[in-house]
């Protein structure tokens, strides 16, 4: 049996620790994030062999690769078991292209799936130790349901979201603000990056240490590994069953966690040709892939695909980490990683307002296949990809592209753009008619901690 694995922080000033503690402090003391010591392998026919397993089930392999020793395998199986009671579509779009549909959970959105196994996770590991634990996050929309969904009567666990008023649609603030018990919604006239910027402050002021402070949001660890998962169902599950097949993945990115769990299923083994990394206006990443050079966008621009809308992504200094670099959570690389590699292994492009419009539309009209803002943007960075790589654009190639939200989400746009009204998924039924809640502050440090402090 190997060793356990131990988690290090991308600013290589804190010790390493055990998948509990970097799953319950969220960011480590050195503000830098966890990544894991060493990333576990599958072989060819350990992967061959998850086309037959239910989705829950290849979670709790990839799982377990991590977190043996630390974590009883009758407690993991529980995990995902009740984290994904939901489906994970692959529809067909033409020749062998796919769309695999992260939108089944509870909100309907692709977060769902970290969500809900960090959750059930922290509440595992907080219970043993008879304790508990004040989650602070802040979100661009989808992030903040996911979470409150996936927290909501979990023990030992309170939670306080932050979102920015102006910059989430009316169904995804009421999925926050309508659950109440132990999740507490708070609405700012800010921007997204105003909040994360909030909740980042909270974490470095001692005088919040009695609250236990953790982070759920995209820089945990324990939402990165959940994120591997689906990469190795889908192939697993559409491949052709050639040895020498290599998949095409696009994948529509605003903090790069989804991008991140991708990278480390490539290193695990899965066998990737390239990695489509789709942004919207929010062209940081794309920048820095072509030039070295690394700009943060601030203000972040606003764009129709909002959870994307990310001028400094979060977990960047991860994915700098994985290519031998070193980046600190300003943005300032102190090493450059390895630009060349970074090259083969992925393609970045950022796609704007209008192409994400017109792929809706197109992909619609052409295809069927309908689409939202965000899964847009990973659609139409395929179909850029294969239209300069005419080599890969064959019949037989296969694509998968992420679409990591529901239509419904964005009845408004596609009701613009298609001129009719998706239907509601199951979990998004009956929202209208609920008491929503939530308390308003204002854009400033002081005002966030006196409120922390009154209420917690
Ligand atoms: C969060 C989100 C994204 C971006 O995911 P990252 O992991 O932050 O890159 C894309 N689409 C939707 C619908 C999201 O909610």
Redesign the pocket.
Same mark, same amino acid.
């Given at each position: 049996m190997p060793n356990k694995i131990l988690f290090y922080s991308t600013n290589h000033n804190a010790p390493k620790v055990p998948f509990k503690d970097a799953l319950l402090k969220g960011q480590a003391p050195d503000k830098g994030l966890y990544m894991p010591e060493t990333i576990p392998r599958f072989t060819t026919e350990e992967i061959r062999e998850f086309s037959n397993l239910p989705y829950h089930k290849i979670a709790y392999k990839v799982a377990e690769k991590f977190l043996f020793g630390q974590i009883s395998s009758q407690v993991l199986s529980t995990i995902t078991k009740d984290s994904y009671n939901f489906e994970v579509p692959l529809e067909n779009v033409y020749e062998r292209k796919y769309v695999m549909r992260l939108d089944q959970g509870p909100t309907a &959105?692709?977060?769902d799936f970290a969500a809900r196994m960090m959750g059930r996770q922290m509440q595992n590991f907080l219970k043993e130790e008879k304790r508990e634990l004040l989650i602070l996050t802040a979100t &661009? %929309? *989808?992030?903040g349901s996911a979470i409150a969904n996936a927290f909501y009567k979990l023990d030992n666990i309170k939670v306080v979201v932050l979102f920015p008023e102006d910059e989430v649609t009316a169904r995804q603030r009421k999925q926050m603000t309508t659950l109440g018990e132990n999740i507490q919604i708070l609405g700012l006239k800010a921007k997204f990056d105003d909040c994360q910027s909030l909740v980042k402050q909270a974490f470095a002021d001692p005088e919040l240490d009695y609250l236990k402070l953790s982070s759920a949001n995209?820089i945990n660890i324990g939402r990165l590994i959940p994120?591997i998962v689906y990469y190795f169902y889908a192939f697993a599950k559409l491949s052709s069953g050639d040895p020498e097949e290599k998949v095409i993945f696009s994948? =529509? &990115? %605003?903090?790069? %966690? *989804? @991008? @991140?769990g991708g990278m480390l299923a490539l290193r695990m083994g899965l066998p990737v040709k390239r990695f489509v990394i789709a942004t919207n206006e929010n062209d940081e990443f794309p920048r820095f892939v072509k030039t070295g050079e690394y700009n943060k966008i601030q203000p972040s621009r606003n764009c129709i &695909?909002s959870? @994307?809308n990310?001028g400094h =992504?979060s977990?960047l200094a991860r994915f700098v980490d994985l290519y031998g670099g070193e980046m600190d959570e300003n943005g300032i690389v102190s090493k450059m990683p390895d630009l060349e590699q970074i090259r083969k292994e992925i393609y970045t492009v950022s796609i704007n307002d209008s192409q994400t419009e017109e792929t809706i539309i197109k992909a619609y009209k052409k295809h069927g296949l309908l689409l939202?803002p965000? %899964?847009s943007v990973g659609w139409a960075g395929l179909m850029n990809y294969l239209k300069n790589h005419k080599e890969f654009d064959t019949e037989e190639q296969l694509c998968i592209s992420l679409e990591?939200?529901h239509p419904a989400k964005f009845p408004e746009k596609i009701r613009q753009l298609l001129q009719f009204d998706p239907t509601l998924p199951p979990s998004l039924q009956g929202l209208e008619a609920k008491q929503e809640a939530f308390d308003k502050i204002n854009n400033d440090y002081i005002s966030f901690k006196k409120y922390l402090q009154d209420n917690y």
């Open positions: &959105s692709f977060k &661009s %929309g *989808d992030t995209s994120q994948i =529509p &990115s %605003g903090n790069f %966690g *989804d @991008m @991140m &695909s959870a @994307m990310v =992504p977990n939202e965000h %899964g990591t939200a």
